[in-house]
């Protein structure tokens, strides 16, 4: 059984690309619902699948959080991955669907949870605002913020991977990604017009999908007139390549594959050169934490 791969809300549940793409689950009202509820709901879905990874956006409610944190806490679990990834709602409801992509290969918990950092690099986020007079997650001029408060001002900002910001007439552009891409749009109040019309030429994507915008999008773009936009990898086989193509690792503390330089279920960091790690210092032999449990 493949690890399931929850998001926290079921607007962040993006529909299928193809018939491998595996359901999401939504952890819903997690922050709100009784303690005891959720870790019934949490604990079943690890006895299910094994391992769960739980993509939880930036800025959620500091309930919500901390509920995740404590349900991880009295499971006393190692099998249960808290990602944050530093991601618009769009953004990281396209990283939870890569995911969800990936969990269907031959990949292992470790591997396909570690996946997450990797693929948020090549995940180009942003959204056609008519303010930015409130936007806290990009740096904002002083003349931007002045012109946001103009009747009929648009900006054009990418918050990830490199933050940018354009006030949106002619001549105006982002530098989008390097390789072949997709585009999905949430239009919002605000027509998606330039984004369509003008971004995805100059960005030269395959194609342009639409889908309806997140519940928290105008909370963290600071305005409800706006349109998202994210540029993602589409292709399970590149997924699969880029994934596969990075070293591998063994976590030194709970003995599972990762790749990367911290295990995402126990977060454990690669001992120091000299530390043969605990498994290596109380095993009869040097034997590893995996050989003894099996």
Request: proline share 12%; glycine share 10%.
């Amino acid at each position: 059984m493949p690890p399931a791969i929850a998001v926290t809300s079921a607007d962040l549940a993006l529909p299928p690309l193809d018939e491998r793409t595996l359901p999401a689950v939504v952890l819903q009202d997690a922050g709100k619902r009784p303690l005891e509820a959720v870790l019934e709901e949490v604990q079943g879905l690890v006895d299910q699948h094994g391992h769960l990874v739980v993509l939880c956006p930036p800025g959620a409610p500091v309930a919500l959080e901390r509920r995740l944190h404590t349900v991880r806490s009295l499971l006393e679990s190692d099998r249960i991955a808290l990602f944050r990834p530093p991601l618009p709602p769009l953004g990281l409801a396209v990283l939870a669907r890569q995911l969800r992509q990936l969990a269907s290969c031959d990949l292992g918990p470790g591997v396909l949870a570690s996946a997450g950092r990797l693929l948020t690099h090549y995940i180009h986020s942003g959204a056609l605002l008519g303010s930015v007079a409130r936007l806290d997650h990009v740096p904002v001029g002083l003349k931007a913020h002045a012109k946001s408060w103009m009747p009929g001002s648009q900006f054009a900002v990418v918050a990830h991977p490199e933050p940018q910001l354009v006030r949106v007439g002619p001549g105006a552009a982002l530098t989008g990604p390097e390789y072949a891409t997709s585009l999905l749009v949430a239009e919002g109040p605000l027509p998606s017009d330039w984004v369509t019309g003008t971004l995805a030429p100059s960005w030269k994507v395959q194609g342009v999908l639409e889908t309806p915008l997140p519940d928290t999008s105008p909370r963290w773009w600071g305005t409800g007139r706006m349109t998202e936009f994210c540029a993602f990898l589409p292709d399970l086989s590149v997924l699969y390549q880029l994934v596969t193509s990075v070293r591998r690792g063994t976590c030194h503390w709970c003995g599972i594959d990762v790749i990367g330089d911290r295990c995402v279920f126990c977060s454990a960091t690669p001992p120091p050169p000299d530390d043969p790690g605990p498994a290596s210092r109380h095993a009869p032999g040097g034997r590893t934490r995996r050989a003894l449990t099996g």
